[in-house]
Antibody, heavy 121, light 111 residues
C-alpha cells in the first residue's frame, strides 16, 4: 500500500522561505520511472501543479513558479522536499504531494492528506 | 484562470446520470489521450477516478466513465448516489512548458 504524508510549518511570514517534506512508503524513488509531485490548492479554489521529481533526479517545475521552487529527493529516507522562496499571502493553500507510477503515467495516485500553509504576518 | 474549462456546478437526482465536461485545446486535451479525473470530498485529498481518458483504477466503481471528443473530455457518472456529491477536477498533459494543467473544478450536487 502506497501512502504519502506532507509535513512542514502551518504558518509562514511574507518573504520567508517555505520548506515542505513529503514522507512516503510503499514504493521507492530509486525504482525506474517513479515520480513524486507537488500540487497546491488555495482555499475554495482549484488545484495547481507545482513540481515533479523522478527516480533519475529529472525535475520539472510550473513555469509560473519555477524561479521560486526547488524540489529534491532523499531516496534513503523516502522523502521529497519542496522549497518555495519569497512567500506571499496568495501562496496560502493546502499543499499536497502525490505518487506518479511511471514517466508515461500522466496522473497522480495516491495523494497525501495535504497540509495547510497560511502566509501571514 | 485555469487552463482547462469545467462547468462550475452540475446536479442530478439519485439514480440519474450526469456528465461533466472539460474543455482545453489541441495542445492538451485534444492532442493527447492523457486526461485524468479526480474526485475531492470536502476537506479530503483528491482521489483518482479516471486516467488516460477512459481507464478506471482498480476499486473505482464502473458507474464512472470517461471519454473525449476533440478538445473536450467528459466524465459521466451513472446511477448517481449521495456519496458522489463532491468536487471533480480534470487534468491533462500539455505540450506547453506547463507540462500539466488542471481544470477549475465542478461541484456535483446530488439532489
Amino acid at each position: 500500500q502506497i501512502t504519502l504524508k506532507e509535513s512542514g510549518p502551518t504558518l509562514v511570514k511574507p518573504t520567508q522561505t517555505l520548506t515542505l517534506t513529503c514522507t512516503f512508503s510503499g514504493f521507492s524513488l530509486s525504482t525506474s520511472g517513479v515520480g513524486v509531485g507537488w500540487i497546491r490548492q488555495p482555499p475554495g479554489k482549484a488545484l495547481e501543479w507545482l513540481a515533479l521529481i523522478y527516480w533519475d533526479d529529472d525535475k520539472r517545475y510550473s513555469p509560473s513558479l519555477k524561479s521560486r521552487l526547488t524540489i529534491t529527493k532523499d531516496t534513503s529516507k523516502n522523502q521529497v522536499v519542496l522549497t518555495m522562496t519569497n512567500m506571499d499571502p496568495v501562496d496560502t493553500a493546502t499543499y499536497y504531494c502525490a505518487h506518479r507510477l511511471t514517466v508515461a503515467s500522466n496522473w497522480f495516485d495516491p495523494w497525501g492528506q495535504g497540509t495547510l500553509v497560511t502566509v501571514s504576518s | 484562470q485555469s487552463a482547462l474549462t469545467q462547468p462550475a456546478s452540475v446536479s442530478g437526482s439519485p439514480g440519474q446520470s450526469i456528465t461533466i465536461s472539460c474543455t482545453g485545446t489541441s495542445s492538451d486535451v485534444g492532442g493527447y489521450n492523457y486526461v485524468s479525473w479526480y474526485q475531492q470530498h470536502p476537506g479530503k485529498a483528491p482521489k483518482l477516478m479516471i486516467y488516460d481518458v477512459s481507464n478506471r483504477p482498480s476499486g473505482v466503481s464502473n458507474r464512472f466513465s470517461g471519454s473525449k471528443s476533440g478538445n473536450t473530455a467528459s466524465l459521466t457518472i451513472s446511477g448517481l448516489q449521495a456519496e458522489d456529491e463532491a468536487d471533480y477536477y480534470c487534468s491533462s498533459y500539455t505540450s506547453s512548458s506547463t507540462l500539466e494543467v488542471f481544470g477549475g473544478g465542478t461541484k456535483l450536487t446530488v439532489l
